[in-house]
């Protein structure tokens, strides 16, 4: 879904105790499961598992980064979202070029760490879409923390067809495969927030 199809909706802007607490809630599962599956991804040699953990680090960021802004300024919620997006091109940048390395240095992933971890993640996930669910229309800030939330989701399914399909070939590529695609969803949901945010910040001139 584009930016612009949500503008019609573009109201709520956060100023919620029951959002407030929502986002708490998430950013304390994103910063737990960061740790546990960037330790988990390394000792599985896993980029997906690596790429997966990024996006929950980039999530609790996100999240943090979205209360501190609530009830400021359109001017100021609109530069956060900016942040936010570019700090997502960063990150599939990074994923991006992270996976072209690995796939020249890299031995074969652990397929049983990678389909439990993603299992796991995906639990958290959808416990997190759970408590979004109901504010994932808004402003570029409110918007962009449920896009982030929808990633995590997409990028654990991702994860568990990654160590499926690594376990049958006993090759890396499935994995190195996904996490290319987890680059591409990072790129887009980044233009997505970076086009609301710059559509909000011209209507205030």
Partial sequence: MSAGCCNQEATFEGLSPDYKHRLWMVIAINAVMFVVEMAAGQAARSQALQADALDFLGDAATYGLSLAVIGASIRVRSTAAIIKGISLLAMGAWVFGSTIHKVFVQGVPQAEVMGVI?????????ISVALLLRYKDGDANVRSVWLCSRNDAIGNVAVMIAALGVWGTATGWPDLIVAGIMAGLFTTSAVQILRQATVE???IV
């Fill in 201 to 203: 910040r011209r209507a």
């Fill in 118 to 126: 993603g299992f796991l993640a995906l639990l958290a996930n959808l």
